[in-house]
């Protein structure tokens, strides 16, 4: 088959790789200039494990090309998927579905002959059906489908997620369409992956459900958490208690500094507004959002109070900036709101991150960004772990405590192990179990 992708974002460019993989022909479109020639030197824009491998694999074997020539890459495609992002709209928390139309105009125009153009943003319920309405507007003299395709990759194991997903959703009323996509999903046919197909309608509705639930589950044990803290119970081992259950499971029960990321703090908001339009408020949904937002702040406190009640004057070593290991993506990561009220507080903030300084620089300006773990950490007050990197799992406990003023620990993510902690002599605080205190030796 012959595919257009537009968008070459994280979704599109990894969509794109994966489907050239597969075997189809596939063309990844973009406006951005910069992205797209980048591409054309060999590099890849954004930091995903594997990707670069894939890419070029596919690219030397003439499956996979990019372009910003959005006419001439439809034109020859038998599928245009659209993967264009979906960013919460400025004001009211909808969905901003502007670049999800304009691709569609754009699309329509450039169009020659039957083709099924597929959705693989997530869009709020009823989008699939405006994309149709603004197609055939423009093109009444053209075939074609509208189908809705959610992705429900992770970004950080984006491509064995593709590759190896636990379903595939698909959402289209048409008989062709759907023959169109199990041809481009044969691969995934071949190995057995569920294969869901519904109507349009039902297909976006599942993505945002998906997402809504695991932001659910994830605030629901940091909720725990705190309860834990107080009641001098260990959160890990609740978790375990809970998830060993095959009814609940025991993915997305880690405590820590909230949910980010570019999925779901938008999907949550996008779906609560959704279902407000429609009169069937989802009032869960609602108070996940709303403790979600607080949490950031009260991890601020956290660390304030770890400081002694204050942390004016101090300065605090962060480390890690992205929302979660493995990838550079900093949108609506926690540390972007930790930071500043740490930094409103009175403190001076030092940071690492592998892969994520770069987007980070501009987003934290005043926050002095270093080259290694260890230099943040020189001369500071404490240090916070906000992300679970694989590098600051194995730190060097003992260098850690001489370069700190005082050895003082806060770890959102729950990376060490506290008796371990305060047998190096940590003062460690961490989240939804006891904090302890260095461990003095006879
Ligand atoms: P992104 O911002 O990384 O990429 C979007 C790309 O689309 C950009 O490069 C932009 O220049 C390009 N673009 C916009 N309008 C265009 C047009 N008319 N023609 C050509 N290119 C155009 O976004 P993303 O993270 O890849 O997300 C895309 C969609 O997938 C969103 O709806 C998101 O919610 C969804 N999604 C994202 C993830 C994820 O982990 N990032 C996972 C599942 C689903």
Not at 275 to 294: H, S
Not at 315 to 330: E, H, Q, S
Not at 366 to 388: R, S
Request: net charge negative; proline share 5%.
């Amino acid at each position: 088959m012959r595919i257009a992708m537009i968008g070459t974002g994280y979704v599109g460019l990894v969509s794109g790789a994966c489907f050239s993989e597969f075997g189809n022909d596939v063309v990844c479109v973009d406006k951005d200039e910069v992205k797209i020639s980048r591409l054309d030197r060999g590099e890849i824009p954004i930091f995903e494990p594997g990707l670069d491998d894939l890419v070029a694999n596919n690219v030397r074997a003439g499956r996979l090309t990019f372009t910003t020539d959005l006419t001439s890459a439809v034109r020859d495609a038998d599928a245009v998927f659209i993967a264009v992002g979906t960013p919460t709209r400025r004001g009211d928390g909808h969905a901003d579905l502007s670049y999800v139309y304009g691709a569609a105009k754009e699309i329509a125009e450039a169009m020659d002959g039957y083709t099924v153009v597929v959705t693989k943003s997530t869009v709020p319920v009823g989008t699939g059906r405006e994309v149709e309405r603004i197609i055939r507007e423009a093109r009444p003299d053209v075939e074609f489908d509208v189908c809705s395709n959610p992705e429900f990759l992770r970004e950080g194991a984006a491509i064995t997620d593709f590759m190896r997903p636990d379903r595939v959703v698909i959402g289209t009323e048409s008989e062709r369409a759907q023959e169109a996509m199990r041809e481009i999903y044969r691969p995934l046919y071949l190995i057995e992956t569920p294969i869901v197909f519904t109507s349009l309608q039902t297909s976006e509705l599942i993505k945002y459900a998906a997402n809504t639930f695991l932001a659910t589950k994830i605030t629901f044990i940091n909720e725990i958490a705190d309860l834990c803290e107080q009641v001098g119970a260990d959160v890990h081992d609740v978790s375990r208690g809970i998830g060993l259950d095959g009814r609940i499971g025991r993915k997305f029960l880690h405590p820590g500094p909230g949910y980010g990321g570019s999925c779901f703090p938008k999907d949550t908001l996008a779906l609560v507004k959704t279902a407000q339009d429609y009169k069937a408020p989802l009032r869960i949904v609602e108070t996940v959002v709303d403790i979600n937002d607080k949490r950031k702040k009260q991890m601020a406190d956290k660390v304030i109070q770890a400081c002694g009640g204050s942390v004016s004057g101090k300065t605090v070593a962060v480390l890690g900036l992205t929302f979660k290991p493995n990838t550079d993506d900093m949108r609506d990561s926690p540390s972007l709101d930790i930071i500043p009220a740490l930094q409103a507080a009175g403190a001076t903030v030092k940071a690492y991150d592998p892969e994520g300084m770069k987007e980070a620089r501009q987003m934290l300006p005043d926050v002095e960004m270093c080259d290694n773990a260890y230099a943040p950490i020189d001369g500071a007050d404490v240090v916070v772990l906000i992300t679970e990197w694989n590098e600051f799992r194995a730190l060097d406990l003992k260098r850690v405590k001489g370069l700190l003023k005082e050895p003082l620990m806060v770890d959102l993510r729950n990376v060490y192990n506290p008796e371990d902690m305060a047998e190096a002599g940590f003062t460690y605080v961490c989240v939804g179990r006891s904090t302890v205190d260095a461990k003095v030796s006879a």
